[in-house]
T-cell receptor
Framework: RKEVEQDPGPFNVPEGATVAFNCTYSNSASQSFFWYRQDCRKEPKLLMS???SGNEDGRFTAQLNRASQYISLLIRDSKLSDSATYLCVVNIGIQGAQKLVFGQGTRLTINP | DAGITQSPRHKVTETGTPVTLRCHQTENHRYMYWYRQDPGHGLRLIHYSYGVKDTDKGEVSDGYSVSRSKTEDFLLTLESATSSQTSVYFCAISESRGIGNTEAFFGQGTRLTVV
């Protein structure tokens, strides 16, 4: 079983729609969780960290469910510029170490 | 932008030849990583380093070795390149600043083709 699993999509949604991605992880001891964004032929960049209490950054909301071992990303009022691949990232390092493992990514296309 | 540089950016090599990719950082970050990215697989961790001379394997380490003799440099070596190692390779750096307060910065990637 993979450490981090995502639905690869692709997701094709109209502009203005709300879209949600889920990601599951296998290591129950994982402490840190993130969503990264990757544009075509570019390097990944941090979109947001995911906290236990859930967190929001503008149109983006991230949630963590430790009991079920999944994290989610919600994008509201989607824009054309949101088209990208979204990568779920889990730190599986122990005792404060950082070993970052990525999901395979979910491709999102926002259509005009 | 974080000071992280990968070299070379593009390389074509023949099967069976050794290849070394270099990752150089100017951020003095403790952690450095090598990933490969292939269609349908996302980014897969090859090796990572948690300090000078301290490295550990990732999920796809077979056929690869790494070395970190200085904080700023992390080398990835393919001892005998195979066509299955054709991929885009990304280096990343990070530093621990508490749980949830970590950002990994990536280099621009190296496109390696083994023919």
């Amino acid at each position: 079983r993979k450490e981090v699993e995502q639905d690869p999509g692709p997701f094709n949604v109209p502009e203005g729609a709300t879209v949600a991605f889920n990601c599951t992880y296998s290591n129950s001891a994982s402490q840190s969780f993130f969503w990264y964004r990757q544009d075509c032929r570019k390097e990944p960049k941090l979109l947001m960290s995911v906290y236990s209490s859930g967190n929001e950054d503008g149109r983006f909301t991230a949630q963590l469910n430790r009991a079920s071992q999944y994290i989610s990303l919600l994008i509201r009022d989607s824009k054309l510029s949101d088209s990208a691949t979204y990568l779920c990232v889990v730190n599986i390092g122990i005792q404060g170490a950082q070993k970052l493992v990525f999901g395979q990514g979910t491709r999102l296309t926002i259509n005009p | 932008d974080a000071g992280i540089t990968q070299s070379p950016r593009h390389k074509v090599t023949e099967t069976g030849t050794p290849v070394t990719l270099r990752c150089h950082q100017t951020e003095n970050h403790r952690y450095m990583y090598w990933y490969r990215q292939d269609p349908g697989h996302g980014l897969r961790l090859i090796h990572y380093s948690y300090g000078v001379k301290d490295t550990d394997k990732g999920e796809v380490s077979d056929g690869y070795s790494v070395s970190r003799s200085k904080t700023e440099d992390f080398l990835l070596t393919l001892e005998s390149a195979t066509s299955s190692q054709t991929s885009v390779y990304f280096c990343a750096i990070s530093e621990s600043r508490g749980i949830g307060n970590t950002e990994a910065f990536f280099g621009q990637g190296t496109r390696l083709t083994v023919v």
